[in-house]
T-cell receptor
Framework: GQSLEQPSEVTAVEGAIVQINCTYQTSGFYGLSWYQQHDGGAPTFLSYNALDGLEETGRFSSFLSRSDSYGYLLLQELQMKDSASYFCAVLYSSASKIIFGSGTRLSIRP | DAGITQSPRYKITETGRQVTLMCHQT?????MFWYRQDLGHGLRLIYYSAAADITDKGEVPDGYVVSRSKTENFPLTLESATRSQTSVYFC??????????????FGSGTRLTVV
């Protein structure tokens, strides 16, 4: 089947940098997305990578390596409001739908 | 107001009852999706629709029915609710299946409890 793997929890310090990794099955891969979800809220779209390389949007960056079936979300200058769950999501061309990972809960300490 | 709205926000129902969750979007997006979210499982796709009158199964469709007679509405019906269907349900919409620059936009969710 099609599955994604990401760490279940990550802890970091305010002001620091944190990287959340995501690995996926290669067959039929089309693109990798990242979503943020605060407790009790809805997922919100952060970024999308279809090609290898780094995409930067303010303090957040997303990276993709298709040859390694691997991507990551990089959060810089962490703020307390960044405490949330982060989901990677993959579109497989054979499925015509997006599959989400189980999410990484990011906790930030002062 | 433009956006995607779900109703009700909270629902408690009894086992065996039929219940319908509503989803309405104002952008005229072609694609609409229903996901359920449970601890440890992330978001799992129940059904999706590429356009009015076109629907398809996702990862966990059993026990659910959808319809899309109008582009803006995509209701989800639990034909005979079971306790295992207790979950938070999210509706989402997108102009493109490829989730490119804009991504999916999610509604605020419906927290359903089956007792």
């Amino acid at each position: 089947g099609q599955s994604l793997e990401q760490p279940s929890e990550v802890t970091a310090v305010e002001g620091a940098i944190v990287q959340i990794n995501c690995t996926y099955q290669t067959s039929g891969f089309y693109g990798l997305s990242w979503y943020q979800q605060h407790d009790g809220g809805a997922p919100t779209f952060l970024s999308y990578n279809a090609l290898d390389g780094l995409e930067e949007t303010g303090r957040f960056s997303s990276f993709l390596s298709r040859s390694d079936s691997y991507g990551y979300l990089l959060l810089q200058e962490l703020q307390m409001k960044d405490s949330a769950s982060y989901f990677c999501a993959v579109l497989y061309s054979s499925a015509s739908k997006i599959i989400f990972g189980s999410g990484t809960r990011l906790s930030i300490r002062p | 107001d433009a956006g995607i709205t779900q109703s009700p926000r909270y629902k408690i129902t009894e086992t065996g009852r039929q219940v319908t969750l509503m989803c309405h979007q104002t952008w005229s997006h072609s694609y609409m999706f229903w996901y359920r979210q449970d601890l440890g499982h992330g978001l799992r796709l129940i059904y999706y629709s590429a356009a009015a009158d076109i629907t398809d199964k996702g990862e966990v469709p059993d026990g659910y029915v959808v319809s899309r007679s109008k582009t803006e509405n995509f209701p989800l019906t639990l034909e005979s609710a079971t306790r295992s269907q207790t979950s938070v349900y999210f509706c989402a919409s997108s102009e493109s299946i490829s989730d490119s620059a804009e991504g999916y936009t999610f509604g605020s969710g419906t927290r359903l409890t089956v007792v």
